[in-house]
């Protein structure tokens, strides 16, 4: 994958033109960014685009996911591609990707990306995991209110002509109880809407956390099903995660009580989800997420959930909202132009997190080394040797799982220095990618 940082020989003094404005620090970026081609699928927000059109990069946009082989075909020649959530990005998919540096996820999820496989590749992955948080917690609130009042059901009978006016299972949400389960950033953000509005809040979660306002931590998820009125799930896709809520955690739950899934769609057991709600068992349930889900709008959802009472089905815009949109779009933007330019990988989902502080304005004779290569004994050691003739200004290495991640800057004579640098670490035999930033 190297070969295409071949370092071009220009005349030092020409690097004062990368400088896009005139601060005390210098803005490092590839040589040639404009060479440098972004892939973006799934109609990710226009200030993405805005984002890394401004800095200088070739940008090809899709308002929708592409299907395999074009996408094989489209991710051969690209530096980064973004996604969102129907976008999978397999080890076989990833294999056709000879120059792609970065993944952005416009979005929290990550199980659509291969994370183990791209960081074996030198590809460094990122999301957004706190930006739709708001309208996920109020989306939430939201239902809340529409299951204890049977508003989804009375407007769909309004629509078919039918005049029901009923009270019987209506009722407030002041003075109920809401479990939530992950009280992370969306769950937290819920609690302390649902406590404005009268509510009581418990919560559990496999890692400790401290309480917001007066809501407080159930010791165990049984403990917390039991004396829920509603249930809101907030937790990863995770091997621990899948199915957490069967058919034995649902005959746990209050008769009449609740469940609002906004989470991952492997989460619940719908089939059991189903026949919870058909036996009145459950009063209701609000699901957003599916185990599987249509690649595009139109007809052709299926689920055993579909025309069950008092359920509110929606499809997975949680997080689908113009503000968190444009949230997501900013921070992961400027996460794949900061990790491109400058190497930055500070909040990457499989890379170790590493930076190092900016080069001053008046330094023209630095350069910035950027390499990911595998983590076994001996590499840095191979690294150091081939610096040990140069100035180090700074450099710093971490490691995670069976990569490892290493930057520094080095001052140089002339461009010949650069391309010596360069091809001795490329040399390495562990080396998976090796980078040089002006």
Same mark, same amino acid.
């Given at each position: 994958?190297?070969?295409?940082?071949?370092?071009?020989?220009?005349?030092?003094?020409?690097?004062?033109?990368?400088?896009?404005?005139?601060?005390?620090?210098?803005?490092?970026?590839?040589?040639?960014?404009?060479?440098?081609?972004?892939?973006?699928?799934?109609?990710?927000?226009?200030?993405?685009?805005?984002?890394?059109?401004?800095?200088?990069?070739?940008?090809?946009?899709?308002?929708?996911?592409?299907?395999?082989?074009?996408?094989?075909?489209?991710?051969?020649?690209?530096?980064?591609?973004?996604?969102?959530?129907?976008?999978?990005?397999?080890?076989?998919?990833?294999?056709?990707?000879?120059?792609?540096?970065?993944?952005?996820?416009?979005?929290?999820?990550?199980?659509?990306?291969?994370?183990?496989?791209?960081?074996?590749?030198?590809?460094?992955?990122?999301?957004?995991?706190?930006?739709?948080?708001?309208?996920?917690?109020?989306?939430?609130?939201?239902?809340?209110?529409?299951?204890?009042?049977?508003?989804?059901?009375?407007?769909?009978?309004?629509?078919?002509?039918?005049?029901?006016?009923?009270?019987?299972?209506?009722?407030?949400?002041?003075?109920?109880?809401?479990?939530?389960?992950?009280?992370?950033?969306?769950?937290?953000?819920?609690?302390?809407?649902?406590?404005?509005?009268?509510?009581?809040?418990?919560?559990?979660?496999?890692?400790?956390?401290?309480?917001?306002?007066?809501?407080?931590?159930?010791?165990?998820?049984?403990?917390?099903?039991?004396?829920?009125?509603?249930?809101?799930?907030?937790?990863?896709?995770?091997?621990?995660?899948?199915?957490?809520?069967?058919?034995?955690?649902?005959?746990?739950?209050?008769?009449?009580?609740?469940?609002?899934?906004?989470?991952?769609?492997?989460?619940?057991?719908?089939?059991?989800?189903?026949?919870?709600?058909?036996? %009145?068992?459950? &009063?209701?349930?609000?699901? =957003? #997420?599916?185990?599987?889900? *249509?690649?595009?709008?139109?007809?052709?959802? !299926?689920?055993?959930?579909?025309?069950?009472?008092?359920?509110?089905?929606?499809?997975?815009?949680?997080?689908?909202?113009?503000?968190?949109?444009?949230?997501?779009?900013?921070?992961?933007?400027?996460?794949?132009?900061?990790?491109?330019?400058?190497?930055?990988?500070?909040?990457?989902?499989?890379?170790?997190?590493?930076?190092?502080?900016?080069?001053?304005?008046?330094?023209?004779?630095?350069?910035?080394?950027?390499?990911?290569?595998?983590?076994?004994?001996?590499?840095?050691?191979?690294?150091?040797?081939?610096?040990?003739?140069?100035?180090?200004?700074?450099?710093?290495?971490?490691?995670? %799982?069976?990569? &490892?991640?290493?930057?520094? =800057? #080095?001052?140089?004579?002339? *461009?010949?220095?650069?391309?010596?640098?360069? !091809?001795?670490?490329?040399?390495?035999?562990?080396?998976?990618?090796?980078?040089?930033?002006?």
């Amino acid at each position: 994958m190297s070969d295409q940082f071949k370092i071009e020989s220009v005349p030092i003094s020409r690097r004062d033109s990368f400088n896009t404005r005139d601060t005390r620090t210098r803005n490092l970026k590839p040589f040639n960014s404009g060479d440098i081609k972004i892939l973006l699928l799934e109609n990710v927000s226009a200030k993405a685009i805005d984002i890394l059109k401004k800095a200088g990069y070739q940008v090809e946009f899709h308002t929708k996911a592409l299907d395999k082989e074009t996408l094989i075909e489209k991710i051969k020649d690209v530096h980064a591609v973004g996604i969102r959530s129907k976008t999978k990005l397999t080890e076989e998919v990833l294999s056709h990707a000879n120059k792609l540096l970065t993944i952005g996820c416009f979005c929290i999820g990550t199980n659509q990306v291969d994370l183990s496989y791209a960081a074996s590749r030198g590809i460094c992955v990122f999301n957004s995991p706190f930006s739709n948080s708001r309208s996920v917690a109020e989306l939430v609130i939201a239902e809340i209110i529409l299951l204890s009042r049977q508003l989804g059901d009375r407007s769909r009978e309004m629509h078919e002509g039918v005049w029901n006016k009923v009270s019987k299972a209506c009722y407030e949400i002041r003075g109920k109880t809401l479990g939530i389960i992950g009280y992370g950033h969306i769950g937290t953000q819920l609690g302390v809407l649902a406590e404005s509005l009268g509510m009581n809040v418990v919560w559990y979660d496999i890692l400790p956390a401290m309480p917001i306002g007066m809501s407080r931590t159930a010791e165990t998820l049984d403990e917390l099903l039991t004396e829920a009125d509603f249930v809101s799930l907030h937790v990863p896709e995770t091997p621990e995660t899948t199915e957490m809520i069967g058919e034995r955690e649902l005959a746990l739950m209050k008769k009449g009580s609740y469940l609002i899934n906004a989470s991952r769609g492997t989460v619940v057991d719908i089939d059991a989800l189903a026949a919870a709600l058909k036996s %009145g068992h459950l &009063a209701g349930s609000a699901v =957003d #997420v599916y185990p599987s889900e *249509p690649l595009a709008n139109g007809p052709g959802f !299926e689920s055993a959930l579909r025309n069950c009472p008092n359920t509110l089905l929606t499809p997975h815009i949680g997080g689908s909202t113009e503000e968190a949109q444009r949230m997501i779009g900013i921070e992961v933007a400027q996460a794949i132009v900061k990790y491109i330019n400058s190497g930055a990988s500070v909040n990457a989902v499989n890379f170790a997190e590493c930076d190092l502080r900016a080069i001053p304005s008046t330094d023209l004779a630095t350069v910035r080394i950027v390499n990911v290569h595998q983590n076994v004994p001996g590499v840095l050691r191979q690294i150091n040797n081939i610096l040990a003739d140069y100035n180090v200004n700074k450099q710093i290495s971490d490691s995670k %799982g069976d990569v &490892a991640y290493f930057m520094a =800057d #080095v001052t140089v004579n002339n *461009p010949n220095e650069i391309n010596t640098i360069y !091809e001795h670490i490329t040399g390495i035999t562990e080396n998976i990618i090796t980078r040089v930033l002006f």
